[in-house]
């Protein structure tokens, strides 16, 4: 699977956009782009996934890149339950499982 | 969305004991199931896959004897942690990919946490 860089932390205005930004430049043609959150002491909640094609959801957008080489996540409307930490995950798809990153610490400050 | 459980969500154990959690999926079913580990501060990390009906594949490192992985039904995978130690204490999270998934999205589990006396 390809290698993902994402920053450490990132901080957010409740009610503003997040935007979560996310490089994997030796991404394959075949190879998807996930992401998904985690709250402290919880399991890991799918957000969205996408080829090439910008997605939205319910949760949130995601803005992929013409080369694919790197994509962002956005909550258009951050909230204190947003707060969480935030893995994006390359991976080709049936069969293969997710290999974690670090991913980004969101804080949404009141 | 398809829902995963876990249980127990929390346990705690004496140094030496074997800790049984398990993971359902709940409204669909599962040919494959995830057990992952996560250290405080740290990202998931795999330790092993199994699928139903036959034996689990465990990454490298992690011990097959000393975490024992069931997965005998299409809804339901155990993880055994056998003679539990302190440095055994972390957050287990299994997830499970639907049978008639499409997408190849995981469904995960809201974790046991265990605490190794």
């Known amino acids: 699977d390809a290698k993902t860089t994402q920053p450490t932390s990132m901080d957010c205005a409740e009610g503003r956009a997040a935007n979560l930004p996310c490089n994997h430049s030796?991404?394959?043609?075949?190879?998807?782009v996930y992401w998904y959150r985690q709250i402290h002491s919880q399991g890991p909640q799918y957000i969205i996934h996408?080829?090439?094609n910008n997605e939205t959801n319910e949760m949130a957008s995601l803005i992929i890149t013409e080369d694919r080489k790197s994509s962002t996540l956005i909550l258009p409307h951050a909230t204190l339950r947003d707060t969480a930490v935030y893995y994006c995950?390359?991976?080709?798809?049936?069969?293969?499982?997710?290999?974690f990153g670090p991913g980004t610490r969101l804080s949404v400050l009141p | 969305g398809a829902v995963v459980s876990q249980h127990p969500s929390w346990v705690i154990c004496k140094s030496g004991t074997s800790v049984k959690i398990e993971c359902r999926s709940l409204?669909?079913?599962?040919?494959?199931m995830f057990w992952y580990r996560q250290f405080p501060k740290q990202s998931l990390m795999l330790m092993a896959t199994?699928?139903?009906?036959?034996?689990?594949?465990?990454e490298q490192g992690v011990e097959k004897d000393k975490f024992l992985i069931n997965h005998a039904s299409l809804t339901l995978s155990t993880l055994t942690v056998t003679s539990a130690h302190p440095e055994d204490s972390s957050f287990y999270i299994c997830?499970?990919?639907?049978?008639?998934?499409?997408?190849?999205?995981?469904?995960f589990g809201p974790g046991t946490r265990l605490t190794v006396l």
């Open positions: 199994s699928n139903e009906g036959s034996k689990a594949t465990y």
């Open positions: 996408g080829l090439k």
């Open positions: 030796t991404i394959s043609g075949n190879e998807y």
């Open positions: 995950i390359v991976r080709v798809g049936y069969g293969q499982n997710f290999v």
């Open positions: 997830s499970a990919r639907s049978l008639a998934d499409s997408y190849n999205e995981q469904f």
């Open positions: 409204d669909f079913q599962a040919t494959t």
